[in-house]
T-cell receptor
Framework: AQSVAQPEDQVNVAEGNPLTVKCTYSVSGNPYLFWYVQYPNRGLQFLLKYITGDNLVKGSYGFEAEFNKSQTSFHLKKPSALVSDSALYFCAVSNTDKLIFGTGTRLQVFP | DAGVIQSPRHEVTEMGQEVTLRCKPISGHNSLFWYRQTMMRGLELLIYFNNNVPIDDSGMPEDRFSAKMPNASFSTLKIQPSEPRDSAVYFC????????????FGSGTRLTVV
C-alpha cells in the first residue's frame, strides 16, 4: 500500500538560509508525488509535483523538490528562506484514486 | 476560474443540530473529495466521489455523517446530529481524473459545535 512519511513535525530556519523539508514514500510502481502548502486559515495549495522526467522539479514561490528513487525520498527545498514561507507543508503520493498525505511539517522561518 | 467554492466559511451550531456543508468543484473536474482537519488527527479523508458516484466512504466516522453529490457541480456533507467532537475544519477538493493530476482545495469550512 502507498504511504508517505514526514519525519519532522517542525523545521526551524533563519531567513536567508536554505531550507529542506523531508519526505519519504512507499509505493508499488511509479510514484506520482506532490507537495502542498497550507497557510493559516487557508486550504492546501499545490506547490509542485513529480510524475516522470527530471529528478529536480521546480514549483511555485521558488520551491523545488528532488526525487530520489534509490532513497525513496522527495525532499522539498528552497535556496533562501523567507519569513513568509512559514506554513504547514504536506507531502503526498497518488495511488491513482486518491492522494495519500503525510502528517505535515510546520516550517518556521525566523527573521 | 473561481476555484473550489465552499460554504459557509464558518459555522457555529449547538450540539444536536443538523449541519450541512456545501461544495462546488471546479468545472470539468470529475472527482471530489471531502477531508476533515483537526490538530489531534491531522488531515483525514472522509469520502470521495468519481463522476458523482461515491467510491470510498470508509473514512466517514459514523452514521451521523452523510455525503451526496447530486450533480457534477455540487456536493454536500451533512452531520446529523452534530456533536462537539465534530468541531474541525472541513475541506472539499476536486480533481480531473482522480488523483494523478493532484487536487485543488477549497478554503474550508470551520465548524464549531457547542
Amino acid at each position: 500500500a502507498q504511504s508517505v512519511a514526514q519525519p519532522e513535525d517542525q523545521v526551524n530556519v533563519a531567513e536567508g538560509n536554505p531550507l529542506t523539508v523531508k519526505c519519504t514514500y512507499s509505493v508499488s510502481g511509479n510514484p506520482y508525488l506532490f507537495w502542498y502548502v497550507q497557510y493559516p486559515n487557508r486550504g492546501l495549495q499545490f506547490l509542485l509535483k513529480y510524475i516522470t522526467g527530471d529528478n529536480l522539479v521546480k514549483g511555485s514561490y521558488g520551491f523545488e523538490a528532488e526525487f530520489n528513487k534509490s532513497q525513496t525520498s522527495f525532499h522539498l527545498k528552497k535556496p533562501s528562506a523567507l519569513v513568509s514561507d512559514s506554513a504547514l507543508y504536506f507531502c503526498a503520493v497518488s495511488n491513482t484514486d486518491k492522494l495519500i498525505f503525510g502528517t505535515g511539517t510546520r516550517l518556521q522561518v525566523f527573521p | 476560474d473561481a476555484g473550489v467554492i465552499q460554504s459557509p466559511r464558518h459555522e457555529v451550531t449547538e450540539m444536536g443540530q443538523e449541519v450541512t456543508l456545501r461544495c462546488k468543484p471546479i468545472s470539468g473536474h470529475n472527482s471530489l473529495f471531502w477531508y476533515r482537519q483537526t490538530m489531534m488527527r491531522g488531515l483525514e479523508l472522509l469520502i470521495y466521489f468519481n463522476n458523482n458516484v461515491p467510491i470510498d466512504d470508509s473514512g466517514m466516522p459514523e452514521d451521523r455523517f452523510s455525503a451526496k453529490m447530486p450533480n457534477a457541480s455540487f456536493s454536500t456533507l451533512k452531520i446529523q446530529p452534530s456533536e462537539p467532537r465534530d468541531s474541525a475544519v472541513y475541506f472539499c477538493a476536486s480533481s480531473f481524473n482522480r488523483a494523478n493530476y493532484g487536487y485543488t482545495f477549497g478554503s474550508g469550512t470551520r465548524l464549531t459545535v457547542v
